[in-house]
T-cell receptor
């Protein structure tokens, strides 16, 4: 049961540029989370945005949420090579007991 | 040093064998989860547990089994009934505060020989 779908699937940029990735979901949510995964590693939580929030910032990360369009975006400003990773959005399942992850966006930042 | 650990990091299995993947957490989290990740794919939920001695099937539970005898531990057994077990397995934990922020272990890569 795929809830979130990220777009694009892959993104290649130069250091210093901004990276934007999008997530669309199907059903109503309580909150939406973004996670990062370095190659061959576990996921790391980046940021959570609640359904009654429209925008949230954390360092170089900016997340927006549009519940009317059932979509979210993650912006990474001034990208660094160390930002190279896969990024996943996740939403609660209908029972609110587990997360449903999208397939992720693979970001490659070259120096 | 709080966190969630998984072992082994790499595991090789012969066809027909059962193997058990370990997951331990010292975060005092009530909920624990097992996910499977295939190349280029997202995470798919295998099993989860919110309390000791209780667990629920996820989307792809067939061919897997779990136990939750202790709050800190949630081992996953990949049985011979799982036809395509080669994958990256991730364990996670969270509180039951209503905000389901999950903390992940480093993963176990299982390969069937």
């Amino acid at each position: 049961s795929q809830q979130g779908e990220e777009d694009p699937q892959a993104l290649s940029i130069q250091e210093g540029e901004n990276a934007t990735m999008n997530c669309s979901y199907k059903t109503s949510i309580n909150n939406l989370q973004w996670y990062r995964q370095n190659s061959g590693r576990g996921l790391v939580h980046l940021i959570l945005i609640r359904s009654n929030e429209r925008e949230k910032h954390s360092g170089r990360l900016r997340v927006t949420l549009d519940t009317s369009k059932k979509s979210s975006s993650l912006l990474i400003t001034a990208s660094r090579a160390a930002d190279t990773a896969s990024y996943f959005c996740a939403t609660d399942d209908q029972a609110g007991t587990a997360l449903i992850f999208g397939k992720g966006t693979t970001l490659s930042v070259s120096s | 040093d709080g966190g969630i650990t998984q072992s082994p990091k790499y595991l090789f299995r012969k066809e027909g064998q059962n193997v058990t993947l370990s997951c331990e957490q010292n975060l005092n989290h009530d909920a624990m989860y097992w996910y499977r990740q295939d190349p280029g794919q997202g995470l798919r939920l295998i099993y989860y547990s919110q309390i000791v001695n209780d667990f629920q099937k996820g989307d792809i539970a067939e061919g897997y089994s779990v136990s939750r005898e202790k709050k800190e531990s949630f081992p996953l057994t990949v049985t011979s009934a799982q036809k395509n077990p080669t994958a990256f397995y991730l364990c996670a934990s969270s509180t039951l505060s209503g905000i389901n922020e999950q903390f992940f272990g480093p993963g176990t890569r299982l390969t069937v020989l």
